[in-house]
C-alpha cells in the first residue's frame, strides 16, 4: 500500500527542484557526505566513550567494530531502498509500501521515540560540557538544557538549506577534530612520549587487565550504549529525499561509512587506552578531553571542549531535522494527526518539529528533577527505538529483494552485499542486543519491562486514529 496524498500547500521557492512530498530538494553532494558522517560521529563517542571505557576498558575497541559491521549492513539496506525510490518518509514509506500501514505507523512512532530521547541525551550532554568550565558550575545544569533546545530549535525552522549547511560545518568540526587528536596520537605513541608520567604503549592494556579487565559479560553490556552511538546513520535515508540526485551520490556516502567507523571509532578507541591507561577516563567526561588535559598544553582541553559541545548541538539538530518529516510522512499517510503535514514557507515541517521540542522540553525537566541519571535512563529506551527502526529497515529490504527476485521491481544495483542471510544475520544481532539489555540492571531491565506499555500504548493510538478514520 502506498500512500503520497499531496502537500498541504506547496511554497514557493526559487533555487531548488520540488519532490513528490513538496519538500525543496536543495541538498547537495557535500551536505549528504558529511550527514553520512555526522550521523556516524555523535554524542556517543565524544561522551559515551567515557563512560565504556570506564566499564570495559580496552575491550570497548571490539564492541565498537562489531556493532560497527553489524551498522554498515543496515545502512547498506537502506542504501537498496533509497535507490529503489528516494523519500523524506524513509524507512515510514518503505514500511507501508512492503508491509502495510500498521507496520508504518510501528516504525514512525518508536523511531520518534529513539529521537525523542537521544534528543534528551543530547541535551544532556550539552549541560554536562558547559560544567566542564568551572564558571559554569553554579548554573543549574537544566538552564543549559534549555538554552540549547532553544537554539536548535530556531534552527530548524528554516529551510533544509541552511539545515544541511550548518550540518555540513558541525560535521566538519568532528571531523577535523577527530583527524588532529588521530594524527597527534599516533605521533605520541610513535615516539613513545610520555603522557602524564605514563610510558605510552600497548603494555598500558596488558598491564591494567588486559583487553577484557572486567570479563567478556561487562564488554557485551556495553552493547546498547555502542548501538546508540551509531543511531544517526540512518538520517541518510530522510536526507535523501531532499536530495536533487541521490542515486548518484547515496552509493559513495554509504560506502564510506564503515571506514569511517574503522577509523574514528576503533581507531581512536586503541590510541585512547595506548596513550594513558584506561582507568583515567570517567563517565561525564570526555575522554578526548581528558587526554589533552594529561598532554599539560594550555587551552587544548578548551578547545576540545568545544567541539564535544558542537557535536552534541549536532546530533540535536540532526534528530529535530528527521521527527519533523517522520511525523509528517505519518500524517499524509493516516498514521498521525493531520496537523503534523503542515509545511510552513520554506518546506519545513514545523508542526512536527515543534512537537519533538514539546517532548525534549520533558528532557529539561529531567535535569532539573534526577541530573545524575538522566543520561543512563534515556539512552537505553532511545537504544529501544534504534533498534526497532533498523528492524524496520531491514525487514522492507527482506521484502523488496524478494519483489525484485520475483520479477515486479527492476534490480536497483545497489544491493545489500549477501542478502538475505545477512539480513537475517543482522536481525539476529539486534535480538541479542535485547537479550543483553535485558541483563543491565535496573535502566536496562526496567527499559525492557516496558517494552509491554509501549505496545499497548501504540494499540491505543492505532485505535484512536482508526476511529478517527471511520469518523472523519
Known amino acids: ?68 559491521v553489524f551498522s554498515f549492513l543496515i545502512l547498506r539496506a537502506l542504501g537498496e531502498l533509497v535507490m529503489y525510490r528516494p523519500t523524506s518518509g524513509s524507512f515510514v514509506t518503505y514500511a507501508r509500501e512492503f508491509l502495510g500501514e500498521r507496520a508504518a505507523y510501528m516504525a514512525g512512532w518508536l523511531s520518534f521515540l529513539n529521537w525523542a530521547m537521544t534528543g534528551i541525551v543530547d541535551i544532556t550532554a550539552v549541560a554536562l560540557y558547559m560544567h566542564y568550565w568551572a564558571v559554569f558550575l553554579p548554573i543549574p545544569q537544566w538552564v543549559f538544557a534549555l538554552v540549547a533546545l532553544t537554539i536548535v530549535g530556531t534552527m530548524n525552522m528554516i529551510g533544509v538549506r541552511y539545515f544541511g549547511e550548518m550540518e555540513f560545518w558541525f560535521s566538519l568540526i568532528k571531523v577535523v577534530a577527530l583527524t588532529l587528536f588521530l594524527i597527534a596520537g599516533a605521533l605520541i605513541l610513535g615516539t613513545r612520549m610520555p603522557v602524564a608520567g605514563h610510558t605510552t604503549g600497548f603494555h598500558l592494556i596488558t598491564e591494567n587487565g ?138 519545513v515541517p514545523y508542526v512536527g518539529i515543534l512537537t519533538t521540542l514539546a517532548v525534549y522540553l520533558v528532557g529539561v525537566m529531567l535535569n532539573y528533577l534526577i541530573p545524575s541519571r538522566v543520561f543512563e535512563i534515556v539512552l537505553n529506551f532511545s537504544a529501544l527505538g534504534i533498534i526497532s527502526t533498523w528492524g524496520f529497515i531491514l525487514l522492507c529490504q527482506l521484502r523488496l529483494r524478494a519483489a525484485i527476485n520475483r520479477g515486479d521491481i527492476m534490480p536497483t544495483g545497489f544491493n545489500m552485499p549477501g542478502a538475505p542471510y545477512t539480513t537475517w544475520a543482522t536481525l539476529g544481532f539486534l535480538g541479542f542486543v535485547l537479550v543483553m539489555m535485558a541483563f543491565d540492571y535496573p535502566d536496562g531491565t526496567i527499559t525492557i519491562g516496558a517494552i509491554p506499555l509501549i505496545g499497548a500504548v501504540l494499540i491505543g493510538g492505532w485505535c484512536l486514529l482508526d476511529r478517527s478514520r471511520r469518523h472523519g
Not at 540526485?245 to 577509523?263: C, G, Q, T
Not at 567526561?285 to 557535536?311: E, K, R, Y
Not at 519533523?324 to 518546506?347: D, E, I, M, Q, Y
Open 210 to 347: 588486559g583487553i577484557f579487565p572486567h570479563g567478556l559479560f561487562s564488554a557485551l553490556m556495553l552493547l546498547q550504549g555502542v548501538v546508540f552511538a551509531y543511531s544517526g546513520i540512518e538520517l541518510l535515508g530522510t536526507a535523501a529525499g531532499e536530495c536533487e540526485d541521490a542515486r548518484e551520490i547515496l552509493p559513495r556516502a554509504v560506502n564510506s561509512v564503515i571506514w569511517r567507523i574503522a577509523l574514528f571509532y576503533v581507531g581512536s578507541v586503541i590510541l585512547l587506552v595506548c596513550l594513558l591507561p584506561w582507568t583515567e577516563y570517567h563517565a561525564g567526561t570526555s575522554p578526548f578531553v581528558t587526554f589533552f588535559q594529561a598532554l599539560g598544553i594550555p587551552g587544548i582541553g578548551t578547545i576540545m571542549n568545544i567541539v564535544v559541545l558542537t557535536a552534541a548541538l549536532s546530533s540535536l539538530n540532526s534528530g529535530l531535522y528527521s521527527t519533523g518529516r517522520v511525523l509528517r510522512a505519518l500524517s499524509l499517510g493516516g498514521s498521525g494527526p493531520r496537523a503534523l503535514s503542515k509545511l510552513n514557507k520554506s518546506s
Open 1 to 68: 500500500m502506498t500512500t503520497s496524498p499531496a502537500p498541504d500547500h506547496t511554497p514557493t521557492h526559487q533555487t531548488g527542484a520540488i519532490s513528490e512530498e513538496g519538500y525543496h530538494k536543495d541538498l547537495g553532494r557535500r551536505h549528504v557526505q558529511m550527514i553520512a558522517i555526522g550521523g556516524a560521529i555523535g554524542t556517543g563517542l565524544f561522551l559515551g566513550a567515557g563512560s565504556r571505557l570506564q566499564m570495559a576498558g580496552p575491550s570497548l575497541a571490539i564492541i565498537y567494530a562489531v556493532c560497527g
